[in-house]
Nanobody, 126 residues
Framework: QLQLVESGGGLVQPGGSLRLSCAAS??????VGWFRQAPGREREGLAS????????YYAEFVQGRFTISRDNAENTVDLQMSELKPEDTGIYYC?????????????????????WGRGTQVTVSS
């Protein structure tokens, strides 16, 4: 069974840091992306990493603050977030491109990913 499980969300103060982890099981994948959906907003791509070569891609608004990394032995992909702002609040999802994925619209486009986790809440507030 193809499955992704996110962990590490929580409440953090502005300027603080948080590390999210995405655990994949049951399948091989080509890449993993992290997305978030803020209240009242559409889901947006944050960062993506290629499984084999480790190439990374970032949205401009998180560049320099967020870092995506992978551990292929553990089948995990982490998102280290720093300098968090209240506008970073939202539900964070990881998603994977499986061998069954037939569409590609870019590394940060949610349509490029066919396996999704349930999400983890991140709240940035004092």
């Amino acid at each position: 069974q193809l499955q992704l499980v996110e962990s590490g969300g929580g409440l953090v103060q502005p300027g603080g840091s948080l590390r999210l982890s995405c655990a994949a099981s049951g399948f091989n994948y080509f890449g993993v992306g992290w997305f978030r959906q803020a209240p009242g907003r559409e889901r947006e791509g944050l960062a993506s990493i290629d499984r084999n070569e480790g190439r990374t891609y970032y949205a401009e608004f998180v560049q320099g603050r967020f870092t995506i990394s992978r551990d292929n032995a553990e089948n995990t992909v982490d998102l280290q977030m720093s300098e968090l702002k209240p506008e970073d609040t939202g539900i964070y999802y990881c998603a994977a491109r499986s061998p069954y994925s037939s569409s590609f619209y870019g590394y940060l486009a949610d349509g490029s990913y066919d396996v999704w986790g349930r999400g983890t809440q991140v709240t940035v507030s004092s």
